[in-house]
């Protein structure tokens, strides 16, 4: 019998397990379990813990999805589709992946997109390995909770050389119940050698219910592969919202990550990367707007454990109001890491005196012949360039938006489809005006 879990979090797997796992899925969720048991609670003495409560999230009373939400119908998505963006289209309904609402469309040969759920009833054991195959010594106390409460999430499996043409975009989308929810997807990204994709990944809602998301994704690049990901977390303003994304790269892949954060109450998103292949990149770019009563977190671990390498970090932060954000990112060359080229930086635009920001980017070097950089910025408007739009007849709010949208900009044209950037930009000019 397992022993209770910490306090606060016991109905969070209170769901009867009946999906259809095989017997190693259901031992590894036994011992997932009992992992959990015998860890405390993070808290504010652990480093990545620091500028961040739990208080918040332990105090509501989220309980597990034990069924399917099966009453939207397609007409239900209009509301949080980008109109003109054209992908192969997945969406999982509170962390359940909804076969009814998806798109998927015409896959090549090769190319296998589907539900976890379904994929485990189907082909269990062509999961085994795969799953938990790239968290490494990277278990965080959440991600340990979704292992322990695994049901659905979202598979992407690219055979050898396999290049889909057009994006598949995950929508994961979250419906007000009548108690407060907590949805735990798991994804696997599989490409296999010189395989290629982009996944857009939205976070959305319908309303302003109160739930909480705890999404694990774990990719793993063969060599060659090129992945490009783009994640917009668009949640409730009353949700609560984890993610642990975890990535391996083989020899000379590629992998190219935008990460969007304009939702949620309180945020907390961990970026674990990991290369094994020499002349393999990983570039990891993010934009956070945090207003009144919201916390944004983003923590980054990037590993250079073979030599020739390169990683690039490039984080940008708008505060308004009262809101509050955390950057904490951390570059490991080790010691056998020879010729690592890694850059990270973080800048915070301020605007105003109540926001607050945390940031703390690090290099760990133990390799001698490498090429690594940190910095952060912490300002404001400057006045004089507030002034010049002024002079030109710019009232001060359009003014302050126009500035902030070019400090923005820079990540947002990044954004690879048209309709994906106009999306975005729009929904930064919103909380803006």
């Known amino acids: 019998m397992n022993a209770p879990l910490p306090n606060g979090l016991e109905h969070w ?6 999906s259809p796992a095989p017997d190693w899925l259901l031992e590894r969720r036994r011992a997932a379990r009992t992992r959990l048991s015998a860890r405390p609670l993070p808290h504010s003495k652990e480093e990545a813990w620091r500028y961040t409560s739990l208080k918040g999230l332990l105090e509501q009373q989220f309980t597990a999805i034990d069924e399917p939400l099966s009453a939207l119908q397609p007409e239900d998505l209009d509301a949080v589709l980008i109109p003109g963006f054209d992908a ?3 969406v999982l309904v509170n962390g359940r992946f909804a076969p009814e609402l998806s798109a998927l469309g015409e896959l090549p040969a090769g190319a296998r997109v589907g539900g976890l759920r379904d994929w485990l009833g189907r082909d269990p054991e062509s999961l085994r390995s795969r799953l938990d195959a790239t968290r490494g010594d990277s278990e965080t106390f959440f991600a340990l909770f979704n292992t322990a409460g695994l049901d659905d999430g979202l598979v992407v499996w690219l055979e050898r050389g396999v290049m889909l043409e057009h994006p598949i975009e995950l929508i994961h989308l979250s419906v007000g119940l009548d108690e407060p929810r907590v949805a735990q997807p798991r994804h696997l990204v599989h490409l296999e050698a010189g395989a290629q ?5 939205r976070y959305v809602s319908l309303g302003e219910s109160l739930y ?3 999404a694990v994704m774990e990719v793993a690049l063969g060599r060659d592969a090129v992945l490009k990901h783009e994640r917009l977390q668009m949640e409730s303003r009353n949700a609560f919202h984890l993610t642990g994304f975890y990535l391996v790269q083989d020899e000379n892949s590629r992998y190219s990550g935008i990460n969007i954060g304009l939702g949620a109450r309180w945020a ?3 970026l674990n990367t990991r290369f ?6 990983c570039v990891l770019q993010g934009l956070y707007l945090a207003g009144d ?3 944004l977190d983003y923590h980054l671990d990037v590993e250079h454990a073979v030599p020739h390498c390169r990683s690039e970090e490039n984080f940008k932060g708008l505060l308004t109001g009262q809101g509050r954000a955390v950057f904490d990112g951390r570059v490991l060359v080790a010691k056998d890491a020879q010729k690592s080229d890694a850059a990270m930086s973080n800048r915070n635009l301020m605007l105003s005196e109540q926001a ?3 940031t703390k980017p690090q290099l760990e070097i133990y390799a001698d012949d490498v090429k690594c950089s940190h910095g952060t910025t912490v300002g404001q408007i400057e006045p004089e360039m507030l002034f010049y739009l002024r002079s030109r007849g710019i009232d001060a709010v359009q003014a302050r938006r126009m500035l902030c949208l070019g400090f923005a900009g820079e990540i947002i044209d990044r954004l690879g489809a048209e309709a994906v950037r106009e999306h975005v930009a729009e929904a930064v000019g919103q909380r803006l005006a």
């Open 197 to 201: 994709a982009t996944l857009v990944e």
């Open 276 to 281: 094994r292949g020499e002349q393999a990149e």
């Open 13 to 18: 797997l209170s769901a009867p397990d009946d």
């Open 88 to 90: 192969h289209r997945v």
């Open 212 to 214: 909480c998301t705890n």
């Open 293 to 295: 009563g919201q916390l």
């Open 268 to 270: 907390r998103t961990d």
């Open 356 to 358: 607050e920001i945390d």
